[in-house]
């Protein structure tokens, strides 16, 4: 069946712009997952939606960030006023269920170039 | 706070070498341990994982077992395979609460014929 799936594969933008990354979770999912890998930083946890609703967005790096979750189904993650340090890939993932006891499937990111 | 130690790589080894990856955690409460590998072109998958202290994950020939008293999960292979070149990670989840995976940095093997 279809996995989870990230639009679009590649992005440049210039420093100070706009960018919408989005998240296509696998059918069914309700918990669905935003962690950004970086040179030197790893994957880091961005935000987590449970349904439309996102219980922890502790991991956002400041406000120019933002995400949304519509139907239960896609997430768009936003940043404004993008900085060269957004440089990154972005992935997302969704499981059945939030919990320790569902396998996270990720996504093949985003790479996000900021010139 | 939850953190993940692993070694720093890359790791290039000779195809049927030995390999082992270490990691070690730093979590409040019992975690879930995991091993994702990316890769080249592909996305995170999971390897392998051990939800309670001494139980042993195992898949595609790697193992790792959860080790509470040295607080490690260090994954392991007896003879690598060219196919086996990728990005490993070590991760843990809280076994309560809505907490994220927290991944380590990752390490880079690279299995030469």
């Known amino acids: 069946g279809a996995g989870v799936s990230q639009s679009p594969s590649n992005k440049v933008t210039e420093k100070g712009k706009d960018v919408e990354l989005r998240c296509d979770p696998i059918?069914?999912?309700?918990?669905l997952y935003w962690y950004r890998q970086s040179l030197g930083q790893g994957l880091e946890f961005l935000i987590y939606f449970q349904g439309n609703s996102a219980p922890d967005k502790s991991g956002l790096p400041s406000d120019r960030f933002s995400a949304e979750r519509t139907g239960g189904s896609v997430s768009t993650l936003t940043i404004q006023r993008t900085q060269q340090e957004d440089s990154a890939v972005y992935l997302c993932a969704s499981s059945l269920e939030r919990g320790v006891l569902y396998e996270q499937y990720f996504g093949p990111g985003t790479r996000l170039t900021v010139t | 706070g939850n953190s993940v130690t692993q070694m720093e790589g890359p790791v290039t080894l000779s195809e049927e070498a030995f390999l082992t990856i270490n990691c070690t955690y730093t979590a409040t409460g019992y975690p879930s341990l995991f091993w994702y590998v990316q890769y080249p072109g592909e996305g995170l998958q999971l390897l392998l994982k051990a939800t309670k202290a001494d139980d042993k994950g195992s898949n595609k020939g790697f193992e790792a077992t959860y080790r509470k008293e040295t607080t490690s999960f260090h994954l392991e292979k007896g003879s690598v395979q060219v196919s086996d070149s990728a990005v490993y990670f070590c991760a843990l989840i809280r076994n309560s609460g809505n907490t994220p995976l927290v991944f380590g940095k990752g390490t880079r093997l690279s299995v030469i014929a």
């Open positions: 059918s069914g999912h309700t918990a």
